[in-house]
Nanobody, 121 residues
Framework: QVQLVESGGGLVQPGGSLRLSCAAS????????MGWYRQAPGKQRELVAT???????NYADSVKDRFTISRDNAKNTVYLQMNNLKPEDAAAYYC???????????????WGQGTQVTVSN
């Protein structure tokens, strides 16, 4: 069974930085795409950034030039470096990963438990 464990959320002042991490563990043959999504109270979950196994990245327009997604394939870990944080970035951030546990298994698509990011004075 594959699990995703997130860390790195917290309280930061506007203009500050945080780094989120998400590690996948368990029986993993391959992870294709990994990504970060966020959900603020009363709003739908939205894409923040994704990264493929080959390193191709995709960002929401609202975070371009401020956030950087990266991954360590050897550790099955994805990171989100968030700089110049704004109050509107406050949300629960969720890690997502899809892949396979064996060469012939059905693909999995998993979510982490979420980590809270608060941006406030």
């Amino acid at each position: 069974q594959v699990q995703l464990v997130e860390s790195g959320g917290g309280l930061v002042q506007p203009g500050g930085s945080l780094r989120l991490s998400c590690a996948a563990s368990g029986r993993i043959f391959i992870i294709y795409n990994m990504g970060w999504y966020r959900q603020a109270p009363g709003k739908q979950r939205e894409l923040v950034a994704t990264i493929s196994s080959g390193g191709t990245t995709n960002y929401a327009d609202s975070v371009k030039d401020r956030f950087t997604i990266s991954r360590d394939n050897a550790k099955n870990t994805v990171y989100l470096q968030m700089n110049n944080l704004k109050p509107e970035d406050a949300a629960a951030y969720y890690c997502n990963a899809n892949g396979r546990t064996t060469l012939s298994s059905n693909p999995f698509n998993l979510w982490g438990q979420g980590t809270q990011v608060t941006v406030s004075n």
